[in-house]
């Protein structure tokens, strides 16, 4: 598995072990599917091209990581999480909405419409998230 792009490799090394420890990696867009993995998910292969950049899986805690990487990809916005709750409504697993970008500047572009229910990962801090809900913790929706 070979990450496209340097963001692509932080979240691979820096997210997960800050964040998403004992994770699997399921879908990384344009190269990696664990469709097994993805189908007893419930999510098809019919769905594949929406999905976020980057997809990984905590099957201790049952967690679904969908992550948007905003170099190949955009951020959540609240229209996309609506597109999303619906596309994951049938999905057992508690999902966690990451928009992950590589630097401030770049989350200052996009953080006035980032979607309340999610975090934002940004690179160049890699131990700290910026929670767009009132728990302040990661916590599946």
């Known amino acids: 598995m070979q990450p496209a792009n340097e963001l692509q490799a932080a979240i691979l090394e ?3 072990f800050y964040f ?5 990696v ?3 867009a344009g190269s990696t599917v664990d469709t097994d993995k993805l189908a007893q998910l419930h999510i098809t292969p019919a769905v594949y ?7 990984l899986y905590n099957a201790k805690q049952n967690w679904l990581y969908l992550i948007a990487n ?8 609240p229209t996309r999480l609506s597109v999303w709750d619906e596309l994951f409504r049938d999905c057992p ?16 572009h ?3 419409d980032i979607a309340v229910g999610t975090m934002v990962w940004v690179a160049d801090r ?16």
């Open 14 to 16: 820096q997210f997960r």
């Open 20 to 24: 998403a420890k004992d994770t699997a």
């Open 26 to 28: 399921l879908y990384i």
């Open 49 to 55: 091209s929406q999905l976020p950049s980057m997809v």
């Open 70 to 77: 905003t170099i190949n990809d955009s951020h959540i916005s």
């Open 93 to 108: 697993a508690g999902l966690i909405f990451v928009t992950a970008v590589p630097d401030m500047a770049t989350y200052r």
């Open 110 to 112: 996009c953080a006035d």
């Open 126 to 141: 890699p131990n700290h998230s910026i929670h767009y809900d009132s728990e302040g913790v990661l916590l599946p929706r």
